[in-house]
């Protein structure tokens, strides 16, 4: 409970108060997508993946809850292109990946909000992308972790 819902719940901390439409990338069995979804019943997700049987598992999942405001594609992040405003990933890239990805999927001015292991390094803000990292101890979740807002400049 604690290491994937609670998890996955941090998330919406960094998103802004505005935020109508998230994708979330690699969402694999449906985190963090599905608990925001639940907990946001406002804002828009889209549950997206790369690997056809996580789709198949999505739309499964995203029917038998009944979840109005989740819809679900097929989708490699790597075929994105400055077309995201907001995303969520967790356990998806290692965090120096995310850089490239942050340029070329977000719009100017896009976010990207995502979960890396608590050890890891995190990539130096470059031109072009703004980075912030944010770490929870084990006193709030079960275990440790590390979210990383990555911020695609404006112009
Ligand atoms: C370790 S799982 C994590 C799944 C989920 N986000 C979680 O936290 O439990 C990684 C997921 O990322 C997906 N993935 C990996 N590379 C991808 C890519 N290039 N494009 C889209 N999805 C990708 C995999 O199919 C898998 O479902």
Known sequence: MDRHLTDSLEYARFLPRNAC???DIGSGAGLPGIPLAI????????LSDRSARR?????RAVRVIGLENAEVVRRDL???DGEVELAVARAVLQPAQW???ALKALIPGGILVVGVGHGSETPQSSTGVLVERHDFESGVLDRSATILTI???DG
């Open 39 to 46: 907990a946001l019943p406002d804002v828009r997700f889209v």
């Open 99 to 101: 850089l490239d990805v």
């Open 151 to 153: 911020q695609k400049c």
């Open 55 to 59: 789709v198949d598992l999505l739309e």
């Open 21 to 23: 439409l998230v994708m």
């Open 78 to 80: 790597h075929s994105l």
